[in-house]
């Protein structure tokens, strides 16, 4: 269909209701605000604070060409490190001691050191409380910076999902299944508006050999459009909102670390959504509107 | 303004039929009537018949008109020969499409064979007489600087060239059934069906609009013209048809003033 042609249309819609469509789009705006940010909490849940996991976290597997001095140089990063309560240094014939024996390496840590016949083997404790789950995060990071370091392995996986967590998972998730809901219908009803509004145009326009699509097309397109200028709106909007209270600059509310927003991946992944869903907030009225406000063999009633 | 051109416009493309009627049927021969119908039934409830065995011929290019009393069922007969309803019995067809066979998700194709106007003149009050007359360009989905020329003529034509960015609301009721005269030619149909055009208009406004129409017509326009006014069509030599309850034939047509009376002396 040709662009000239369907703006000419999308101009028509507009014109017949400009009012209505600043506010579907404001509403559309403000339901996808909320989605934004129940999405956001969703995604944060996951680094939501760990209070549940082992004090002993974590083993590193030593090269076994590790030097004194290197291996010196790791104890002092570690004794520095305010995630780190205790270490301690398995030399080979102590790790051999351990291999086998309740509360020693892990047996993931024990295949791993037999498999690499490593001299010595670190065992890292980490504070246990609020922070414990971003220190590791950091830990980890830090420690792949010695390259005498080959590996790491957590003695205990960390349960993502625990307790309180996962009903706040929950209820994320179906807040924004809701939304996703509320926002169909948001779509539907103002472009149900829309159509019945020119409901004289579209008998008009069967008169004189319209087609379906013909008469489709542009509420539509105009949906689509709408409800991706909704997901725009609701996307920048949120972006300040976190950018106020969430994100980094929040340290003093929300300790050393705030929420992260969403990757260009996820924005890009919400702005598709957005049009799938004025997509679909268009086609299932249109359906139904089909018959309830003038088929091919009713354009008379619009008269 | 009618051989007029607009730079970049070529003639193939200010009329290209083969496009507008993109997804119609091959009408097939040129000498077979434009609109056959035979032993054709409306019912309106199972005891109120509109139609009863009505049959038609119009042969393209021809002028027929139809006439009846109000009710007698004009409007559902031309309602049905543009699918705006079924008949309940019968055979229709209309420029090659087989009405009783075609289905609802294809009138579309039937509808950009014809033009249509009605007495109530059907336009979109807030669009302006030139949007009101682009409509079938649009819908076949025209090129706008080939709409803006066709646009063009067709409202010099009807004399509305001076109103084209007028809303519709704004004209006299002679100028809205010129506009929705215009809106029906402009896509040049094979077929014009005009519902009580003049139903509205006062008598000279009614001789000019029949004029209009007979001017098509003499161009190889079919046109169908139901109307109840016996004195318009008493103006002209067309074939008449006459709907009385439900039942389509020839109109007797009433003798002249001069005829009466040599019938009288005799």
Known sequence: MRMAYLFRRLQRTLRAGRVSALASIVSLSAVMLALVVAVLALGNARLLPVTDVPERLVSLLLDPATTESELASIELFLEGSAAVSRFDVLEPERVAERIGTAGGLSVDARQRVAQLELPAVVEVSLRSGAETGPALTTLLKQVGRFPVVLDTVLAEPIQPDTGSRGVLLWIAGIFCLLLLGALVVTLGYSTQLAYARQTQEIALARLFGASERFVRLPFVVDAVVRAVLAAVFALALSYGLWSVSLGPGSARFMGERGWSFLSIEAVLGFIVMASVLGWIGAVVPLLFSRWALGGPRREGSAW | ?266
């Open chain 2, 1 to 266: 303004m009618l051989g007029s051109t607009e730079s970049g416009v070529t003639a193939k493309q200010r009329r290209p039929f083969s496009f507008f009627r993109k997804g119609a049927r091959s009408e097939g021969s040129g000498e077979r009537p434009i609109v056959r119908a035979s032993g054709i039934y409306k019912f309106f409830g199972p005891s109120r018949p509109v139609l009863r065995d009505a049959s038609l011929e119009v042969a393209r290019n021809e002028f027929v008109f139809i006439t009846g009393p109000s009710g007698a069922g004009k409007s559902t007969l031309l309602s049905l020969l543009y699918r705006g309803q079924q008949s309940d019995a019968g055979a229709l067809e209309v420029c090659g499409h087989d009405l009783t066979q075609l289905p609802d998700s294809r009138v579309w194709a039937l509808r950009r064979h014809l033009g249509l106007v009605f007495q109530d003149f059907r336009l979109v009050d807030h669009w302006s007489v030139a949007e009101n007359c682009a409509l079938p360009l649009e819908i076949l989905r025209l090129s706008g600087s080939v709409i803006r020329v066709r646009v063009g003529e067709t409202l010099e034509r009807v004399g509305l060239s001076g109103v084209a960015a007028a809303t519709a609301r704004s004209l006299s009721g002679g100028e809205k059934q010129r506009l929705a005269i215009a809106r029906a030619i402009v896509h040049e149909p094979k077929l014009l069906l005009a519902d009580e055009p003049t139903g509205n208009l006062d008598p000279q406004l009614s001789i000019d609009i029949l004029s209009l129409f007979e001017e098509l017509n003499r161009e190889g326009t079919t046109v169908v013209f139901a109307t109840h006014d016996h004195a318009l069509i008493g103006k002209t030599n067309h074939r008449t048809l006459a709907l009385d309850e439900g039942v389509l034939g020839p109109l007797a047509r009433p003798r002249s003033a001069s005829v009466t009376r040599l019938v009288a002396a005799s």
